[in-house]
């Protein structure tokens, strides 16, 4: 049996251990780094028992120089050669994975990732500021039927963070006592909701005043249009549309003539405010539903500072 011929049925016990948004780039890194590269075509055409350490030792480095990886690119790239020769080896294919020997200096090798600048991240408060004012308008003046809730749902996602499949699929009874529950999603590709978080565990995010009243907003309109649909921001039966969000976020910043940071970007706006506020980094992690509190430093941690204001602020912190 070789790789390619293995693959197919890995593929198939990998759904069964992995969430449903992992198939789909595991499909996508098959083909482009595996199936598709010359360079990989040699060790996935040949017996699996027959390849040797030094071949993948030589075929993995010859990888990370071709396609200049990062750790996390080789994390994913790897990932998928690494658990088929595990599970040859459950197979008794393979006496023992070879690849598990092969070693990687991670200082000299991988591409050393800069974080981004905090302007492209995070909007300013004053820009968060113009924009609710901009949805609200859009939201009072809007003769759209289908997608009328959406610029309150702009608003929502800044009191709240919710990844934006999370924010389409909120409920009225998601929220209990001013503490949202955190139970669903609408899945991007296949746009179904389920009943999972991209986590898979629920967690609770506690709503400030202005949340609740975007939500009794919402309430209110369905009950004086007759909808009677579950989700918060939608006037149909069908959870609110994965697209609408960022094209109105697009729209109010080409109108405020600001830079245009995608929904994502309203989520890390969030985070960053609640630690600019000094808010416990546990709870923060908790809200923002990441396991470890080094994701909410790492990739959601941006000044939201004006540079006038930045100014002040070392000029009174260092007189």
Not at 31 to 39: C, H, Q
Not at 43 to 64: A, F, G, Q, Y
Not at 98 to 127: A, C, G, N, P
Not at 184 to 211: C, I
Request: proline share 2%; hydrophobic share 35%.
């Amino acid at each position: 049996m070789t790789l390619r011929e293995l693959y197919p049925e890995w593929l198939e016990y990998k759904k069964l251990h992995s969430s449903e948004t992992t198939i789909p780039r595991v499909e996508s890194d098959w083909k482009k780094y595996y199936e598709n590269d010359p360079d990989s075509v040699p060790i996935i055409s040949k017996r699996v028992r027959e390849i040797t350490k030094i071949e993948l030792d030589e075929w993995i480095h010859r990888m990370i120089r071709k396609y200049d990886m990062t750790k996390v690119m080789y994390y994913n790239v790897s990932l998928i050669i690494r658990q088929m020769l595990d599970y040859a080896e459950e197979l008794a294919v393979v006496e023992e994975n070879l690849f598990r020997k092969v070693k990687i200096d991670s200082k000299r090798m991988f591409r050393k990732v800069r974080k981004k600048k905090d302007s492209t991240q995070v909007y300013t408060k004053d820009e968060q500021i113009m924009i609710f004012r901009e949805a609200w308008n859009d939201f009072i003046n809007s003769t759209r039927l289908v997608y009328r809730l959406a610029p309150l749902a702009v608003m929502f996602q800044f009191q709240t963070g919710l990844r934006l499949g999370e924010l389409c699929a909120v409920k009225f009874d998601d929220v209990e006592n001013g503490v949202l529950h955190v139970v669903r999603m609408l899945q991007r590709d296949s746009d179904k909701v389920v009943d999972h978080t991209k986590s898979h565990e629920d967690r609770e995010v506690l709503l400030t005043d202005a949340a609740l009243e975007l939500i009794e907003v919402a309430r209110v309109y369905q009950e004086e249009h007759g909808c009677k649909g579950e989700y918060i921001f939608s006037t149909t039966d069908e959870a609110l549309s994965y697209a609408e969000t960022n094209i109105l976020l697009r729209k109010y910043c080409k109108r405020l003539d600001i830079l245009y940071r995608s929904s994502h970007k309203s989520r890390k706006t969030y985070i960053s405010s609640l630690i600019d506020a000094g808010i416990n980094i546990n709870t923060i992690r908790s809200y923002a539903g990441h396991a470890d509190e080094r994701t909410t430093y790492f990739n959601y941690c941006y000044d939201r500072t004006p540079d006038a204001e930045k100014k002040q602020l070392l000029e009174k912190a260092l007189a």
